[in-house]
């Protein structure tokens, strides 16, 4: 199991699947009270740091980050990248929620994959862009300025939640900031880590 999971992109789609399951479960139970983010319970219930992830209000919302969920799964694998990034993605999950406790404070109820898929994006991306060809550095860039130019039209800098059109649930765009740093603080947190590991190192 171990070999499997280091083979490039392989890690990557275990934590698709993991974020999958775990929003299947969640529509089950149908516990979204339970399981949605509530800064109040942060501290106390500590599961909906992850858990959050997996809550849906709509099938409309529900349908819309599965989508975005397989798109980032394929981009991953299709990107080959190391369990190093899938690890990135699995730190990221949290602290995209996390962060919400200093930069949307008033944000009292969120759910859904959106912000961790945000994450994952952005890890494929700034893995592209440090370690990719001529070419998949080429792609890498055109992808992430449409991703910043998504964000801005977002207006993540307003209301904790929105109304945009073609939704019918509130949106959070701030989640999509939060995942954005955080998959890259994360990818970046490993990328040192390992630099200073094998400086350390002694060599023959």
């Known amino acids: 199991m171990l070999a499997v999971l280091r083979r490039p992109g392989a890690a990557w789609c275990g934590v698709a699947l993991l974020l999958l399951a ?6 089950a139970s149908g516990a979204i009270r339970s399981l949605e983010w509530q800064p109040e319970q942060a501290a106390t219930q500590p599961w909906r ?7 849906h209000y709509s099938n409309l919302h ?7 969920l397989t798109l980032t ?7 080959r990248v190391p369990p190093r990034a899938a690890l990135a993605w699995f730190m990221a999950w949290p602290l995209t929620h996390l962060a919400f406790l200093w930069v949307v404070p008033e944000l009292k109820h969120y759910g859904g994959l959106s912000g961790v898929v945000h994450a994952g994006v952005a890890i494929v991306l700034a893995y592209l862009l440090t370690t990719g060809t001529r070419g998949q550095r080429a792609v890498a860039a055109t992808v992430l300025a449409g991703l910043l130019a998504k964000i ?3 207006t993540p800098w307003r209301e904790a939640v929105q109304r945009h059109d073609g939704w019918d649930i509130g949106i959070a765009p701030m989640a999509h900031v ?4 955080s998959g890259v603080a994360c990818l970046g947190l490993l990328w040192a880590g390992s630099r200073l590991t094998s400086r350390n190192t002694p060599h023959a």
Not at 49 to 55: K, R
Not at 178 to 181: A, Q, R, S
């Open 49 to 55: 740091w992850w858990s959050a992830a997996f809550v």
């Open 73 to 79: 799964a394929a981009f991953g694998w299709v990107s």
């Open 62 to 68: 529900l349908i819309g980050n599965l989508t975005g």
């Open 22 to 27: 775990g929003t299947l479960l969640s529509l």
């Open 152 to 154: 801005a039209t977002e």
């Open 178 to 181: 939060t995942g954005v740093l």
